[in-house]
């Protein structure tokens, strides 16, 4: 069963924590006691992604955008900086914790945790760095 521990989320706060330290980017992370990480990204140096898959939701008035963590490399809509942050971010984040057992074929899901990943939230948006 997915499910985001004390000491998991611990460990994992760390890693992302020094990521974002090292790389201008501001967020959180939340989601202890359940099956699903959330990891929120609130500014950073890069602009906001743009084109298909990444249109802002305007809940609030803000924008906000929902990255999906399986297929981010293949994105026409960002860029190849954020590409490779993501690609680290998800690093920092899976590095030994996380696992993936899952058989599809057998409708089997077996996984350490679910991951998501937000660019800017829903009550601030996200705030580029000057």
Partial sequence: M????KEDKKVIAERVKTLFKKTGFK????????????VTIKSGPLRLPVGP????????GES??????????????LSQEWKDFLVDLEAAIKQ??????????????HTA???D???????????EAA
């Fill in 117 to 127: 990943i937000r660019i800017g939230d829903r009550k601030n948006g996200y705030q």
């Fill in 64 to 77: 906000h955008y929902v990255v999906n963590p399986y297929r981010f490399r293949e994105s026409k809509g």
């Fill in 96 to 109: 030994d914790i996380w696992f993936d057992k899952s058989d599809i074929m057998t409708d089997y899901f």
């Fill in 27 to 38: 967020g959180s992370i939340a989601g202890q006691g359940t099956g699903v990480l959330k």
């Fill in 2 to 5: 997915a499910y985001v521990s």
């Fill in 53 to 60: 898959g990444y249109e802002p939701r305007s809940d609030y």
């Fill in 113 to 115: 945790f679910y991951i």
